[in-house]
């Protein structure tokens, strides 16, 4: 293990401030479930954090904890609990809640408003994926993971990555682009 | 071959499929996808569109994500194990003081309640005693003015204790007093009960 990641892994109030936006970003669009979200993202750190002596660096930090994350959320999708609950409510994430805080220096009122509709738009597109095509493109053009980085979190080959990659482009491609 | 084919009829005249519009967004487009993209302006114009719709997409999650953490800040506590309060010292320090307590009470209470016990028992045992002499005494008396009454007293129970005898012996059934034999010798051969006094 790495000596800058092992001092990261031992202050988990840094790693909470370093990783816990873009976990809960990555669990919130993969699963459209904001509560289950906040749930994963925290055990996911104490997970982490408590198992941090079996991290041995062979991947960065963030694919560990993403690795990590989306365990949770199989588990907790497998609890007969959490299938009952999501059919009653599920609290997907709203960007409209971003409208007051978009950030306004670098463009205009109109190309702020043109961005959120592009935003909601591919947000649109990722709602008709299967879960692991939605969590493959936001860990992919949400997240930079590179496709190897990808595969070690997922636990998936290559090609199997590439597919669902695809498919989820071709989503997107359909709803922005207006052809595919 | 038909790979390469397809690429070279796209970069042609059709525009591009879906497989290269994949792979110009993840930064591998082969050469004749950029050269497709040169030619065509609408390929150029949606991946243009749609690269800039994934980065607003991505943009604005995380400004969302960002928030919401700040909205929401978690303490952070330590999972902690089943027997983990076994490490704090003030747990030990806690029990001993309830076991030395406990034990001092205890010995305590046995000293103070062991010798009044046997004594409360003895005086109980006295009394029980004394209350049952009480009681059998006027009883007893009874009994004895009764055993000093007169021979007339006595003849006359000795007449009705012969009487039951008799009465009870006509009762019992024999083989024969069933088919009404020998009913006269079993009557006549009762006794007379005899009590003497003290």
């Given at each position: 293990m790495g000596e800058s990641a092992l001092t990261e892994l031992d202050d988990i109030e840094a790693m909470d401030r370093a990783y816990r936006a873009r976990l809960l970003r990555y669990v919130a669009y993969s699963t459209g479930d904001m509560d289950l979200a906040e749930t994963v993202v925290q055990d996911c750190l104490l997970k982490a954090y408590n198992g941090r002596e079996t991290f041995r660096?062979?991947?960065?930090?963030?694919?560990?904890?993403?690795?990590?994350?989306?365990n949770l959320v199989r588990d907790h999708q497998r609890t007969r609990k959490f299938q009952f609950w999501r059919k009653v409510q599920k609290t997907g994430p709203d960007l409209s809640e971003l409208s007051g805080i978009l950030p306004s220096g670098e463009s205009s009122p109109e190309t702020q408003i043109l961005a959120r509709e592009r935003a909601q738009q591919v947000s649109g597109a990722l709602e008709g994926l299967s879960e692991n095509q939605r969590s493959i493109f936001?860990?992919?053009?949400?997240?930079?993971?590179?496709l190897q980085e990808i595969c070690q979190a997922t636990g998936m080959r290559m090609s199997t990555v590439k597919t669902h990659l695809h498919r989820a482009v071709k989503a997107v491609r359909l709803k922005?682009?207006?052809r595919a | 071959m038909e790979s390469q084919r397809e690429r070279t009829e796209s970069s042609r005249g059709r525009?591009?499929?879906?497989?290269?519009?994949?792979?110009?967004?993840?930064g591998a487009g082969p050469a004749p996808v950029q050269a497709h993209l040169v030619e065509c302006a609408a390929c150029r114009e949606e991946a243009e569109r749609v690269s800039g719709a994934i980065g607003d997409f991505a943009q604005q999650t995380l400004l969302w994500a960002e928030r919401r953490v700040e909205a929401r800040p978690v303490r952070v506590v330590e999972r902690?194990?089943?027997?983990?309060?076994?490490l704090h010292p003030q747990i030990w320090v806690a029990g001993a003081l309830a076991t030395a307590l406990a034990v001092g009470?205890?010995?305590?209470?046995?000293?103070?309640?062991?010798?009044?016990?046997?004594?409360?028992?003895?005086?109980?045992?006295?009394?029980?005693?004394?209350?049952?002499?009480a009681k059998v005494q006027p009883v007893v008396a009874k009994a004895q003015a009764e055993a000093k009454t007169g021979p007339a007293t006595l003849k006359?129970?000795?007449a009705?204790?012969?009487?039951?005898?008799?009465?009870?012996?006509?009762?019992?059934?024999?083989?024969?007093?069933?088919y009404g034999l020998e009913a006269t010798s079993y009557r006549t051969n009762t006794k007379t009960v005899k009590r003497t006094t003290n």
């Open positions: 660096g062979e991947c960065s930090v963030y694919t560990w904890l993403a690795h990590i994350a989306g936001v860990m992919r053009f949400v997240d930079e993971m590179e922005v682009g207006g | 525009h591009l499929t879906d497989e290269q519009f994949t792979e110009l967004l993840l902690q194990t089943a027997f983990a309060w076994l009470i205890g010995m305590t209470m046995r000293r103070d309640h062991t010798q009044p016990v046997h004594q409360t028992m003895v005086t109980a045992q006295a009394d029980a005693v004394k209350t049952q002499t006359a129970d000795n009705l204790l012969t009487a039951i005898d008799g009465e009870l012996r006509a009762d019992e059934s024999t083989p024969a007093s069933l």
